[in-house]
């Protein structure tokens, strides 16, 4: 594994036990039908918040003469990062809804806000409700750590 160079989203262990939702499940206790909740991960709203990090984490820059490291800078442009719902959905094997309610979900514990804009593209076309989403940091320490 030593010559492996792994990269991309990391997800720490204490996010299943804090990014969680309450499931329903039913137990036949001998003919007798009892339903009981209980507290499990949600693994969307898990891997959201570990693509979301990704994007958020800044890259070093390097000087490619030298190898000089010069500083930092952001993946993306501007300070929201600009996602659909149907795009997480696609790389994450969920569809329109499941994406909506982990957003839904991590929006609910403060860990990242949300907002949606017009906006007019580079082909003169106008676009609305573009969703973006913007991390808060000290969220994502409270529950990690």
Same mark, same amino acid.
């Given at each position: 594994?030593? $010559?492996? $160079?792994?990269?991309?989203?990391?997800?720490?262990?204490?996010?299943?036990? +804090?990014?969680?939702?309450?499931?329903?499940?039913?137990?036949?206790?001998?003919?007798?039908?009892?339903?009981?909740?209980?507290?499990?991960?949600?693994?969307?709203?898990?891997?959201?918040?570990?693509?979301?990090?990704?994007?958020? +984490?800044?890259?070093?820059?390097?000087?490619? +003469?030298?190898?000089?490291?010069?500083?930092?800078?952001?993946?993306?442009?501007?300070?929201? !990062?600009?996602?659909?719902?149907?795009?997480?959905?696609?790389?994450?094997?969920?569809?329109?809804?499941?994406?909506?309610?982990?957003?839904?979900?991590?929006?609910? !514990?403060?860990?990242?806000? +949300?907002?949606?804009?017009?906006?007019?593209?580079? $082909?003169?076309?106008?676009?609305? $409700?573009?969703?973006?989403? !913007? !991390?808060?940091?000290?969220?994502?320490?409270?529950?990690?750590?």
């Amino acid at each position: 594994m030593g $010559n492996v $160079n792994l990269e991309g989203n990391i997800i720490p262990h204490s996010w299943y036990s +804090r990014i969680v939702h309450k499931k329903s499940r039913t137990l036949n206790k001998k003919s007798g039908v009892e339903i009981e909740e209980i507290t499990v991960p949600h693994f969307p709203a898990i891997m959201l918040l570990a693509e979301f990090c990704y994007w958020f +984490r800044p890259v070093e820059v390097i000087d490619r +003469r030298n190898g000089k490291h010069l500083g930092w800078r952001q993946r993306f442009i501007g300070e929201w !990062l600009r996602r659909s719902y149907v795009e997480l959905g696609e790389k994450f094997g969920l569809s329109k809804i499941q994406a909506k309610e982990a957003i839904d979900l991590l929006i609910e !514990l403060g860990i990242i806000k +949300r907002k949606f804009s017009t906006i007019t593209g580079k $082909n003169g076309f106008v676009y609305s $409700n573009v969703m973006y989403i !913007l !991390l808060m940091p000290e969220a994502v320490a409270e529950i990690t750590f």
